[in-house]
Every structure is written in C-alpha cells, then in structure tokens.
C-alpha cells in the first residue's frame, strides 16, 4: 500500500508538471514594473514593484537622463546624456533591442498621448528631434536653444519644453503638429522641469534658486498661482486619480503634496537624500521617488504616507511604471 500522498500522485502523473507550471506561474505574477536610470552606472534597475525588489539591470547608454514609457507598458525609452543614444527596451525581455542616434547628449524624452511620436530634447545640439515609434526612427527637427526637459498636453497638441540658454532662458510652446515652435515665454531662472496636470488645465514647472512651484494657465500662457515648498523643488506632477499634486523636493529630502484647487501644500512625505524625479502609479495611490543622493528609491503611499527604500544603482535619477503588469519572457 502507498501513503495516501504517493496514490494521489501516481493516479494524476501529470502532477508533478502541474506543481512545476504553478511555482512558475507565481514566480512571475509580478506587479508593474518601474524602470529607474541609474545615471553614473549606465544601468537600468528593473523593479517588481509588488514584491519590492530589482529584477534585472539593463546596460544603457553613458548618463541615463530622460525616460519614457509606452501606454502599453512594453517599451522603455532612455536618452544617454554623456552619448548621442537613444536606447529601446523591450519590458517582455528587459533587454535593449534597439539603439536610435538622435544626437550630442539627449535629455528628456515625452512621448504624444497616441505613442506615435517621441520627442528628444537633443541639448548638445540645440534641437529636438521627433521620432516615429512605429519605424524607430527620427522622421523631424525643430531648432529650440539648449532645450532641457518637455513635456506634452494630454490632447497631444501642444509641448513646452524647458530652455536653459544662459540669459535667455524660458518655456517654448511648440504646435506637435507643424513640428514648430509658436512662442517662447522668457524667465528670469533657469527653469529644471515642467509637466501638465493630467486633466491639461495648468502647467507645472520649476526653476533653479526658485522654492516653488509655478502655475502656468496654458490657454493664457500666464503664470496664474504658485506652490510654497521647500529649497530646490525639481519634478512636479498632478497625476491622474490623485487627490494630490507632488513635488520632489531636494534640499529637505520630501515629497510635498498640495492641494490642485488652492495650490497650497497639503503634507510632506519624507524620502531619501537628494531625491530626483517621481512618477505615479495607474490608480494614482502610490508615488515612486528615484533619490540621487542615497542611491535608493522610496515608495509612497499618498493616501496614508507611508514609505519603503529599494536599493538600486548609483545615482538613480528618472523613473518610469508600467500601467499594468505585463508577461516576462523566460528561456525553456
């Protein structure tokens, strides 16, 4: 007689795969993954965000500066600032599958609410340059002096992108579809990044030596409010699904939450040291802090507060999340 474990397996001979295809199968149920540039490694941190931890490092291109991720959560876009690569990560492999020369030291990256264009702010060559997604390949250019980071309206017709030409810095308005830029609003500071509010009603950005956030009307092209913060406030967001704006800010380490409505600081998260960009998750719940300074990232709860650290590389410094987990290819 068999142990009555022994039987049941001998009647199903078949179990032992079916054990296998489970412990695989949860092996890879993971949670979206965030991608995080590590900017003096030249490396790529994979996360798995549900069980909190790196995955995979991905190779890149010298000085990962801009990122971008396709709605669909299958492609990562990194520009190498200390290169002239754009590189493309397949999310399924999380291997780069292809390389795009765009030009001298490429910064940030934004891709139109269709994916169908890319923009690459190409800062050593004072241009950006548009990338159809569907060929990988640079399709236009457009003159914009020392052209930092940009960003686009979420009906994908509009763009500022952020001009840090020494004295005559400022915000370009760029018309997607003429490729062209329309106007240039002029600034007295260096201005570091900008971004739209999910719903495209207000315009975010912030400036160096500048402690907080500016208010853009974009209809107007007028500054129409600010958000008090702390010293050296650099990424702002108004992420869809989140009763909070956020906004790293560098000197005191935290991500401040304000209030959209008033433009008033809500509360302050603290975070790690010298933190750097932020992105938000497909709910808007959570916020993933990329800290230059302490070589970590923090994850953030924005209902409660509540943070975790993940260790990545050395100098962390753009982030992007998938939408929804996707499919991890695996070799047989």
């Given amino acids: 007689m068999f142990p009555r474990s022994q039987y049941f397996l001998r009647q199903i001979p078949c179990a032992g795969a079916i054990l296998a295809t489970l412990v695989a199968t949860l092996a890879f149920a993971a949670g979206p993954k965030a991608y995080v540039g590590n900017f003096k490694d030249n490396t790529v941190s994979v996360i798995d965000t549900g069980a909190g931890a790196v995955v995979a490092t991905v190779a890149v291109a010298a000085g990962p500066h801009g990122m971008a991720i ?13 290169s002239s690569s754009l590189d493309v990560i397949d999310t399924a492999t999380d291997k780069v599958v292809k390389t795009i020369n765009v030009g001298k030291a490429p910064n940030g990256v934004a891709l139109t609410p269709d994916n169908r264009l890319l923009l690459v702010t190409v800062f050593g060559e004072n241009r950006v340059a548009f990338i159809d997604t569907s060929t990988q390949t640079v399709v236009a250019t457009m003159a914009v002096p020392n052209p930092h980071t940009v960003a686009i309206s979420p009906d994908g017709k509009l763009a500022y992108v952020t001009v840090q030409e ?3 810095f400022g915000l370009a308005l760029v018309d997607v579809a003429t490729r062209s830029v329309v106007r240039t609003l002029p600034l007295e500071k260096t201005p ?3 971004e739209f509010g999910y719903d495209g009603k207000m315009f975010y950005f912030t400036q160096a030596g500048v402690s907080s956030v500016q208010v853009l009307d974009p209809a107007s092209d007028k500054i129409v409010g600010e958000v008090p913060t702390g010293v050296s406030p650099h990424f702002v967001s108004y992420p869809r699904g989140s009763a909070f704006g956020i906004v790293v800010v560098q000197g005191p380490g935290e991500l401040l939450l304000f209030d959209p409505a008033t433009n008033k600081p809500a509360r302050s998260v603290a975070v790690g040291k010298q933190p750097h960009w932020a992105t938000a998750s497909s709910d808007g719940k959570t916020a993933y802090v990329t800290n230059e300074g302490s070589n970590d990232m923090t994850v953030v709860d924005l209902t409660s ?5 993940i ?3 050395n100098a962390p410094r753009k982030v992007v999340v998938q939408r929804t987990a996707t499919t991890t290819k695996t070799g047989s």
């Fill in 311 to 313: 260790a990545v590389g």
């Fill in 192 to 194: 570091r990044d900008g």
């Fill in 70 to 82: 396709t709605q669909d959560g299958r492609t990562v876009y990194v520009s190498g600032d200390g």
């Fill in 305 to 309: 507060g509540q943070t975790k650290s």
């Fill in 166 to 168: 020494p004295g005559h």
